[in-house]
């Protein structure tokens, strides 16, 4: 079967100039494990498109680089 | 793939699956019970933000608190919510050991509302007595249980995934699943097991059609559902389904157990209250789905005449606890309370014991019907039981489950069922273009919207469930690139299996409970005649879905059903 790459809106955001290369908290504590590191850049982004807009990421980011949004059909 | 699967066999005394608020409770009751037992924890997420409580809770909805109330007052407001189908010596220990939990809670900091003499501030939400006690400060709820448990030296495996619990000469011995970011197989050996899963909250879809939108945690897929059902063991009530008056669109609470007892209304388009009572219970939710389709709707929770600063403690609370991005969700419509009621809508529909009543069969010790195999939380069936019965019968689980283990031995799982449940868990892994569980389960929980959400009609719960039973095959066609998508398709398995038991059950029952969780338009009337009994399922030894009634043990408080009925209608 052919798998197509689908362009969506993705309601956690990255500010990826805060985000600190060693730190994984975001990833640890996200309930659905949305979260990754970008092996290239070393910052966190969202992976999956699976969010519950629950916002332990955003809380526990020791920087405050994550902001979350209501997912866009939400919205 | 499967061949080239890791695998990590790991043994503990006490396996507790999902560490929420019933299984990190049931670790350090277990812990006390016996500082010696090993006592392992296995989450698919991380302890320090899983289950329901995540984000926290504003409040405790079923406190029974000395001098407030009884556990006899408590038994009988729960077992009249519930049009009387309920195990009262259940529901009689969390009336009765609920005030121990916020005790304890209390010594770890947890804080509740007190009034300025000191004493709890309990608000009254149900229909008679006064059960919710505030926790304006409850958002650190997770992580103080947290570290409660590693005070108690319990043992945390997080990121695995449970899919099956061991089952041996009739007894629950362990369980299996795989590591949900390195993919390994992963066999636990137990001498007991406890589900703490939570509800099948992804059921039905929700109205705005993502998947995630959902009103639960969407992590609790039904796991524990689906997982005592194959270990066969008895699932109770499962046509009591969870539907809940939630923010539309947000699937967040409108919170009049927060708001309410500060002057909230709930009120249709044209601001008259049209329920006397904001306790969720499946009557309420039929009063609402009257409302909204008699040309009165929509329904909102009003607070626009409430006063600025009243609003602003109401905000103070919701911004902070359990579903907390609800501030940004009215933000982005240019809403506030102030100038603006909370658009209420009829959720999708799950399964929940915790809000409703359907779930895994315990008794009043959180025994399955499995020795060996307990269960407690949202998935277990005790009506009505909120954060405190989950705290209440995790405590039971972990006392019982060490009380049973004593002389007890491992016993080794059958090696045919480890290699077929490997076959079953890397199938898709196996196939990584196949379908995306995304949509497999879109159209899957689509289906459960057409079919099962009621008013429920048996000629289209008939076709339901053969669309669900044939969905087996659809699951087939399923791939996953790595575990984590590996791990949603594993709950799309679990959410098929709580869709046949939900239309299974709903067909069973033949009349009309619980208002509309269980409103049957062929069969419109409650009928104590003949259905006044539990409805059991569970899985054969040939592997066939059975239902059975299972009689309602003889109350320890009276209540006469057919004469004090449920009913919260303004008329």
Request: net charge negative.
């Amino acid at each position: 079967m052919a798998l197509i790459n689908q362009r969506v809106d993705v309601p956690v955001i990255v500010d990826e100039s805060k985000c600190l290369e060693k730190c994984t908290a975001c990833i640890e504590v996200c309930p659905l494990d949305v979260l990754a590191k970008n092996p290239d850049t070393g910052k966190a982004y969202m992976k999956y498109d699976e969010c519950w807009f629950c916002l332990p990421c955003e809380k526990e980011c020791p920087t405050g680089a994550i902001t979350v949004q209501i997912p866009f059909l939400l919205r | 793939m499967s061949t080239q699967v890791n695998t990590q066999w790991m043994r503990t005394d006490v396996l507790i699956i999902g560490g929420g608020t019933a299984g990190t409770m049931a670790a350090i009751k277990a812990r006390q019970a016996n500082p010696e037992a090993d006592v392992l924890i296995l989450e698919k997420a991380n302890i320090r933000r899983s289950g329901a409580i995540a984000m926290g809770m504003d409040g405790v909805n079923t406190a029974v608190i000395p001098g407030h109330s009884t556990p006899e007052q408590y038994t009988r407001e729960v077992t009249i919510a519930n049009d009387g189908i309920v195990n009262q010596a259940a529901v009689y220990q969390t009336g009765k050991l609920g005030f121990d939990v916020i005790q304890e809670l209390e010594s770890w900091g947890v804080k509740f509302q007190k009034d300025p003499q000191g004493n709890y501030d309990l608000k009254q939400v149900h229909r008679v007595g006064k059960y919710v006690l505030p926790m304006p400060e409850g958002k650190d709820l997770k992580t103080i249980l947290t570290r409660q448990v590693k005070r108690h030296k319990a043992r945390v495996t997080n990121r695995v995934m449970a899919t099956r619990v061991l089952v041996r000469n009739g007894r629950a011995i362990g369980a299996v699943g795989f590591d949900v970011r390195n993919g390994d197989f992963i066999v636990i050996q137990a001498k007991a097991v406890i589900l703490c899963t939570g509800a099948c909250g992804r059921l039905g879809l929700p109205a705005s059609g993502y998947l995630y939108g959902t009103y639960e945690n969407p992590t609790n897929a039904g796991d524990g559902y689906s997982m005592a059902y194959h270990a066969g063991a008895e699932l109770s009530n499962i046509e009591c389904f969870q539907i809940n008056p939630l923010i539309k669109d947000y699937n967040g609470p409108a919170c009049a157990y927060v708001a309410g007892p500060l002057g909230a209304q709930t009120v249709n388009a044209e601001g008259y209250r049209f329920i006397n009572c904001d306790y969720w219970s499946g009557q309420m939710m039929l009063e609402v789905w009257k409302e909204l389709n008699s040309g009165k709707g929509p329904v909102q929770l009003k607070m626009t005449h409430l006063d600025n600063d009243t609003i602003a403690e109401i905000e103070s609370v919701l911004w902070a606890n359990e579903r907390p991005s609800r501030e940004r969700f009215h933000a982005g419509r240019g809403e506030n309370y102030r100038t603006h009621g909370v658009e209420m809508n009829i959720s999708e529909i799950g399964l929940c014991s915790g809000h409703s009543a359907s779930g895994v069969w315990v008794n009043e010790k959180a025994e399955t019907t499995v020795p060996g195999l307990y269960a407690a939380g949202d998935m277990a069936s005790v009506p009505h039981n909120y954060m405190i019965g989950a705290f209440v019968f995790g405590r039971l689980a972990g006392e019982n489950a060490i009380d049973y283990i004593q002389d007890l031995d491992y016993l080794e799982p059958d090696p045919d069922f480890l290699e077929a449940e490997k076959a079953r868990i890397y199938a898709p892994l196996n196939q990584p273009n196949g379908i995306p569980h995304t949509q497999v389960e879109y159209k899957l929980r689509r289906l459960v919207n057409d079919y099962l959400q009621p008013p429920k009609v048996s000629h289209k719960m008939e076709i339901g469930l053969q669309n669900f039973v044939r969905y087996q095959e659809t699951l087939q066609l399923m791939g996953a690139r790595d575990p984590h998508e590996l791990m949603r398709c594993l709950e799309v398995h679990f959410i098929r299996d709580c869709a046949e038991m939900a239309a299974r059950a709903s067909l069973y029952r033949r009349e009309s409970r619980w208002g509309l969780y269980h409103y049957c338009v062929d069969y419109p009337e409650k009928n104590n005649q003949e259905w006044f009994c539990h409805v059991n399922l569970k899985k054969t030894e040939v592997g066939e879905m059975v239902l059975f009634k299972r009689p309602i043990d003889p109350y320890i408080i009276d209540v006469d059903v057919n004469r004090e009925v449920y009913d919260v209608a303004v008329r």
